[in-house]
């Protein structure tokens, strides 16, 4: 970071009188006056000290004047009053970073939210605005890992520093996948993980809490909650304080790193927040008109390093199911592997609700999963997609009215679909079935058997919630 100015960095010094005022306060935003010699740069955080009340950080986005800056509040902004001195942090805001943090439950400032001890005074701290890692230290995505549910090993793999997100409207297991990708990570792969619950219920954050602890999860998690009770600010800035959390292990321990983010969509919502408090002219179906770099800010800086790499997990609410969304768009073009979960299948209880057709991944390519495993998917999606077209006619007419091949697709592409369902291990509680995971030799070769006609002979509910091919054949016996 470049050096303060001098008469910055002596009234930034944490003993000097405060040499900014609150202005004005409206809801989130909060104006400040400075001398004109120190008006703080945009990014940066300020301290606001109301006597005998516990300060509260703001972050500056825009200079109003030569004296006055426009900020949004971290915190909730209630009791702050005109008059009320407020400092500068001289930069962006620093968040503790490091081991002291694992196992914790922080908030978007840092402070821990879990109850426990506070995080020890001398933990390094990392500024939250950093620039993503330069193109010439990324390294190229290229080792899968399966993650052991069929239909996203098979469709739309995931590799190590790579970008997934599931996209779906509400209600459609979201926040089930991204739960039972972080049970699976917790048993087959040996890293960290940093959890970023933004705009979420918080209902959901507590249970996330308990269930890692009890499993011993937590251990090497950090949970960085912003949720849906809090300011806008402080929903808007959570994913980069857990950004922050996962580019140091990446960088300076070279370590591993998960980042789970629920949910994308409500930080880009917290921005539409913060942009309408600071009057700024809405954009298309009303977003902020720095939707795409602020996006973009986020997304840039999930990267593989030469040395580790931190691989992105997104859950993304898709508004009113409304793919063509100017946000879910946005999000969309950074991800390697995009899952898409399909409200029908949802409502026929075929979980995981993954579209088969609508999903994809870059990494489905012959040069990283291998030729025999792009041929296969393709041809899964060619026989879904068959029996899509032939659903209407089946419908009308019903399918003895098709031609003898047109049935024989049918009804393979019928048990390909039940096939790909499977139970999961963070539902056992209320399905009571026990999660399975199948490995991807298995799902490749349970789909090319069935492709290949070795199901025909078994009813449909045979193929629904299994493991693998041979649970669905065991399941003949009347
Ligand atoms: N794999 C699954 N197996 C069984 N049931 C599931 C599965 N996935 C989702 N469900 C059912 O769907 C419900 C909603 O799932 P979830 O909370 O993950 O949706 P969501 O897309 O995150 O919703 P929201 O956008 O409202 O947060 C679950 O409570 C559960 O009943």
């Known amino acids: 970071m470049s050096a303060l100015p001098e008469s910055l960095a002596a009234a930034s010094a944490p003993g000097a009188p405060a040499p900014g005022r609150v202005h004005a306060v409206r809801g989130g935003v909060v104006e400040v006056r400075f001398p004109p010699s120190i008006l703080p740069t945009l990014g940066t955080a300020l301290l606001a000290c109301p006597p005998g009340a516990p300060t509260l950080t703001l972050e500056v986005e825009s200079q109003v004047d030569e004296c006055t800056v426009r900020s949004v509040a971290l915190q909730d902004t209630q009791g702050l009053a005109r008059g009320v001195p407020v400092r500068s942090m001289g930069g962006p805001l620093a968040v503790p970073v490091g081991d002291a943090l694992l196992g914790r439950l922080i908030n978007v400032l840092g402070e821990p939210g879990d109850g426990g001890a506070p995080i020890p005074e001398d933990t390094p701290r990392r500024p939250i605005h950093r620039p993503p890692l330069p193109l010439g230290q990324r390294r190229a995505v290229a080792d899968v890992f399966e993650t052991g549910i069929k239909v996203i090993d098979l469709l739309a793999p995931l590799a190590l520093g790579s970008k997934a997100a599931m996209f779906g409207g509400a209600g459609v297991g979201k926040t089930v996948l991204v739960m039972e990708l972080i049970h699976v990570m917790a048993q087959t792969y040996q890293g960290l993980s940093v959890f970023a619950g933004v705009g979420e219920r918080t209902r959901e954050g507590h249970e996330l809490l308990l269930d890692m602890r009890n499993s011993g999860m937590l251990a090497n998690t950090i949970l960085v909650y912003g949720q849906m009770n809090e300011p806008s600010g402080a929903r808007w800035r959570t994913p980069l304080t857990a950004l922050t959390l996962a580019e140091y292990f990446r960088d300076e321990q070279q370590r591993n790193v998960l980042l789970l983010m629920d949910n994308v969509f409500r930080f880009v919502q917290a921005g539409a927040e913060v942009s309408g408090l600071l009057g700024r002219l809405p954009s298309r179906v009303g977003y902020q008109p ?75 390519d ?35 009215e098709l031609s003898a091949e047109d049935q024989t697709r049918v009804k393979r592409a019928r048990r390909l679909q039940r096939f790909l369902t499977q139970p999961f291990s963070v539902t056992e509680a209320f399905t009571g079935q026990a999660g399975r995971q199948v490995a991807l030799r298995d799902t490749l070769a349970g789909c090319r058997a069935i492709l290949d006609g070795a199901g025909d002979d078994l009813p449909e509910s045979a193929f629904y919630m299994v493991g693998t091919l041979d649970e669905a054949l065991a399941r003949k016996t009347p």
């Open 366 to 400: 012959p040069a990283v999963v291998g030729q025999a495993h792009c041929d296969l998917a393709r041809e899964v999606r060619e026989a879904i997609a068959r029996y899509r077209e032939l659903q209407d006619i089946i419908a009308l007419l019903g399918v003895a």
């Open 290 to 364: 720095t939707l795409a770099s602020e996006v973009a800010a986020v997304q840039e800086r999930i990267a593989c390093g030469e040395h580790a790499s931190v691989t992105a997990i997104e859950a993304v609410y898709v508004p009113a199911d409304d793919f063509t969304d100017p946000a879910v768009t946005a999000i969309a073009v950074h991800l390697d592997s995009r899952i898409v979960l399909s409200r029908s299948l949802a409502a026929e209880g075929m979980y995981p609700a993954v579209d088969p057709l609508a999903s994809q991944s870059r990494l489905l």
